[in-house]
């Protein structure tokens, strides 16, 4: 039961052009959004989150952006940075922030 | 300030057995929550526990449970082994206060069921 969909597994970009990752939910009772990234040997860590009442937010280089009646959010990083490649997770949660869905994550290759 | 540490770093069991990971929270955070990520998967959430009890659960088995110790460090443990259960295990940690606080992932143990 895949409540959260990242349906492209990698992405590679050219350096300073801008990265569009891509995520789908299914569950409307999610209320929270977020974005994670991934080095290999770590465990992941928090990049940028949205709530349900906003459409947009932005935070330097990212930008989350939620379309909530496509049940669609995405992530786009400008200018993409070498520094940028990594495993991104999106994930949802209720506002009970008792469980958190991931999605099964794109990797992405910022080329120099 | 550590962050959230985890232990061991590579486990390997063969079916039937059990095995008990550990994780130490960040300091001052009084929620853990723990996943499971299979290869090419994302992270699955396994349960959370708050103040020392059971918060929320995700779709595991009941062989799968949990302890949150009074310093909010805890464990998983996972009984009866299976092959499908190697996968790496994270936890998190965070402070609930009703609205949502960033968990912190620490960088897993890698468990292998043979």
Redesign the interface.
């Known amino acids: 039961?895949q409540q959260?969909k990242?349906n492209s597994p990698s992405l590679s970009v050219q350096e300073g052009r801008i990265s569009i990752l891509n995520c789908d939910y299914t569950n409307s009772m999610f209320d929270?959004f977020l974005w994670?990234k991934k080095y290999p040997?770590?465990?992941?860590?928090?990049l940028i989150?949205i709530s349900s009442i906003k459409d947009k937010n932005e935070d330097g280089r990212f930008t989350v952006f939620l379309n909530k009646s496509a049940k669609h959010l995405s992530l786009h990083i400008v200018p993409s940075q070498p520094g940028d490649s990594a495993v991104y997770?999106c994930?949802a949660?209720d506002r009970?922030?008792?469980?958190?869905?991931?999605?099964?994550?794109t990797k992405l290759n910022v080329k120099p | 300030e550590t962050g959230?540490t985890q232990s061991p770093t590579h486990l390997i069991k063969t079916r039937g057995q059990q095995v008990t990971l550990r994780c130490s929270s960040q300091s001052g955070h009084n929620t853990v929550?723990w996943?499971q990520q299979a290869l090419?998967?994302?992270?699955?959430?396994i349960f959370?526990y708050?103040r020392e009890e059971e918060?929320?659960?995700?779709?595991f088995p009941p062989r799968f449970s949990g302890l949150q110790f009074p310093n909010y460090s805890s464990e998983l443990n996972v009984n009866a082994l299976e092959l499908d259960d190697s996968a790496l295990y994270?936890c998190?940690s965070s402070f609930?206060s009703g609205?949502?606080?960033?968990?912190?992932?620490?960088?897993?143990t890698r468990l292998t069921v043979l």
């Open positions: 039961d959260v990242q929270y994670y040997a770590e465990g992941p860590t928090f989150s997770f994930a949660s009970n922030f008792n469980k958190f869905y991931f999605g099964s994550g | 959230v929550s996943y090419g998967q994302g992270p699955q959430f959370q708050y918060n929320g659960r995700g779709n994270l998190a609930t609205a949502y606080n960033e968990q912190f992932f620490g960088p897993g």
